[in-house]
């Protein structure tokens, strides 16, 4: 059975920070990973990522991918009270299937 | 604005019950995702339809059905409800049919008592 696991579950900190958000994973079919985030409504998209050590960067949003070891990492770099929010993990097979990981809730404080 | 459209936002109904949900996808995406979203699951993938065809199936229970139709809009139907089925149902599209990126709907929260 295909399986994302997101580690921490839940995370505070204060603004100006920097956090690393962790997903690992075990699909059959792999073919893509993706970082979503929520906050009280829909998920909205953040990144995809297919290629192995390529960083894909927006603003004070970056992520990368190790296909080898199987794990993905979404940093986020000044912490802003905005970026307060759940991410979410996504991996997509061949077969269009996701399955997604529980999130981590992360929370910035002024 | 995603582009995706849910109808409708809430719906609260009773047990037994049956229920239709409606996903119109942005224009020109071909596929559909339905996913269910519940406090004690996280976001749970459901069925993937893609131009009118079923592509992936996750998590659904027999209770459930979807289609998509020529139009490229697609109706999760929910029977014989029972209270665990209250959740956030999501409908997600994208242009493509290996499920890459996803745009998703609002939302219809679900209530069932």
């Known amino acids: 059975e295909d399986k994302v696991v997101q580690s921490p579950l839940s995370l505070v900190v204060h603004e100006g920070d920097t956090v690393t958000l962790n997903c690992s994973y075990e699909v059959t079919n792999f073919r893509s990973l993706l970082w979503y985030k929520q906050e009280k409504k829909a998920p909205t998209f953040l990144f995809m990522l297919t290629s192995s050590g390529i960083e894909k960067k927006s603003g004070r949003l970056s992520s990368i991918l190790d296909k080898k070891e199987l794990f993905s990492i979404l940093n986020i770099t000044a912490t802003q009270t905005g970026d307060s929010a759940i991410y979410l993990c996504?991996?997509?097979?061949?077969?269009?299937?996701?399955?997604f990981g529980d999130g981590t809730t992360l929370t910035v404080k002024p | 604005d995603s582009g995706v459209t849910q109808t409708p936002k809430h719906l609260i109904t009773a047990t037994g019950q049956r229920v239709t949900l409606r996903c119109s996808p942005r224009s020109g995406d071909l596929s559909v995702y339905w996913y269910q979203q519940s406090l004690d699951q996280g976001l749970q993938f459901l069925i993937q339809y893609y131009n009118g065809e079923e592509r992936a199936k996750g998590n659904i229970l027999e209770r459930f059905s979807a289609q998509q139709f020529p139009d490229l809009h697609s109706e999760l139907n929910l029977s014989s409800l029972e209270l665990g089925d209250s959740a956030l149902y999501f409908c997600?599209?994208?242009?493509?049919?290996?499920?890459?990126?996803?745009?998703f709907g609002p939302g219809t929260r679900l209530t069932v008592l």
């Open positions: 996504a991996s997509n097979t061949n077969a269009g299937k996701s399955t």
């Open positions: 997600a599209s994208s242009d493509r049919g290996g499920a890459d990126t996803q745009y």
